[in-house]
């Protein structure tokens, strides 16, 4: 690996001269690849140019981690967080998992309200021949996205015997 260019250093010292940032933060603001920030912001802390001046907590899943947040100056270097215990890491993971289940359970209810709203506005089928006896099938949902279909109820007073 050779040096880094003159130009991403000056580019990193600007961004981080106006506030501490993450590597992420350094990558999308200066548009510069991973491996040249790394690079960068290696040789910076080497030569004590720049700090560690905060953590930053990341959501990384069910977990979340420390990020280092690195300013220019020659300050000391913030002291990493203390790793989370056994218990605090399983009630973060059973509280990710309980919305993990709510999304997907809204995520499914959602996709079964559309598949119902698209089989609705699909033209009812009607097979040709009663189509010729009984016209073309109604519509039952219209483009207000209210259904708009009558329901007739037959009475069930009907008996076997003929009358005569």
């Known amino acids: 690996m050779g040096a ?3 130009a991403n250093i000056d580019l990193i010292s600007s961004a981080l001269e106006k506030k501490a940032m993450t590597i992420p933060e350094l990558i999308r603001i200066t548009h510069l690849s991973q491996p040249s920030v790394l690079r960068v912001v290696r040789l910076l802390q080497a030569e004590k140019l720049i700090y560690v001046a905060e953590w ?3 959501d990384a899943g069910a977990m979340y981690r420390q990020v280092a947040a690195y300013r220019l100056g020659g300050g000391e270097d913030v002291p990493k967080p203390p790793t989370q215990s056994v218990e605090e890491r399983r009630a973060k993971n059973r509280l990710y ?6 999304r997907k359970a809204l995520a499914m209810e959602s996709a079964r309200r559309m598949s119902i709203r698209k089989e609705l506005e699909r033209p009812p089928f009607r097979h040709p021949q ?4 009984f016209g073309p099938a109604p ?5 207000a996205g209210k259904v708009s279909a009558r329901i007739i ?12």
């Not at 998992?97 to 709510?102: H, N, P």
């Not at 009663?130 to 006896?133: G, I, S, T, V």
């Not at 519509?139 to 483009?143: E, G, N, P, V």
Request: proline letters at 6%; glycine letters at 0%; hydrophobic letters at 30%.
């Open 4 to 6: 880094p260019r003159k």
């Open 56 to 58: 930053h907590q990341v």
């Open 97 to 102: 998992k309980k919305r993990q289940a709510e």
């Open 130 to 133: 009663d189509e010729w006896l």
């Open 139 to 143: 519509r039952i949902w219209s483009s």
């Open 153 to 164: 109820q037959q009475p069930m007073s009907v008996t076997d015997e003929v009358e005569a």
